[in-house]
């Protein structure tokens, strides 16, 4: 068997692994042009391919350097997806790095931070707002 992983070749987030018996079958794998193939099966959780070295290369994602300090994420990659989760969902794009967090309604919120660089973990946070 012949272990793989399909990956978007911009951004090195694997879609998903898999096996095929014969090498021939590999081509099959790739479904649109931005995605690539690497020969090695891993998880889409803990890796990603790095695809600014001259051969991609798999790597285990690193941890997410994102922090809170009082209402405000602090270290967060550039661009990330921030949600704030209670009754519903509000999302918005940090590009700078920090985000102030507010709410209408003291509670405790639900806050997931997903880099749009695949190197990176998201982080999850529960704050008093």
Same mark, same amino acid.
């Given at each position: 068997?012949?272990?793989?992983?399909?990956?978007?070749?911009?951004?090195?987030?694997?879609l998903w692994s898999g096996y095929?018996?014969?090498?021939?079958?590999?081509?099959?794998?790739?479904?649109?042009?931005?995605?690539?193939?690497?020969?090695?099966?891993?998880?889409?959780?803990?890796?990603?391919?790095?695809?600014?070295?001259?051969?991609?290369?798999?790597?285990?994602?690193?941890?997410?350097?994102?922090? #809170? *300090?009082?209402?405000?994420?602090?270290? $967060?990659?550039?661009?990330? /997806?921030?949600?704030? &989760?209670?009754?519903? %969902?509000?999302? #918005? *794009?940090?590009?700078?790095?920090?985000? $102030?967090?507010?709410?209408? /309604?003291?509670?405790? &919120?639900?806050?997931? %931070?997903?880099?749009?660089?695949?190197?990176?973990?998201?982080?999850?946070?529960?704050?008093? /707002?």
């Amino acid at each position: 068997m012949i272990g793989f992983s399909v990956y978007n070749k911009y951004s090195g987030e694997i879609l998903w692994s898999g096996y095929v018996s014969r090498r021939s079958d590999l081509s099959s794998q790739v479904q649109s042009e931005d995605q690539s193939l690497i020969e090695v099966y891993c998880d889409n959780k803990n890796h990603y391919v790095d695809v600014f070295q001259e051969a991609p290369q798999v790597k285990s994602k690193l941890n997410n350097p994102t922090y #809170l *300090e009082d209402n405000v994420l602090k270290s $967060v990659p550039n661009p990330s /997806l921030v949600s704030i &989760y209670n009754s519903g %969902v509000s999302s #918005l *794009e940090v590009t700078d790095g920090e985000v $102030v967090l507010e709410a209408d /309604l003291p509670d405790t &919120y639900k806050v997931i %931070v997903n880099p749009a660089d695949s190197k990176y973990y998201s982080a999850e946070f529960e704050v008093n /707002l």
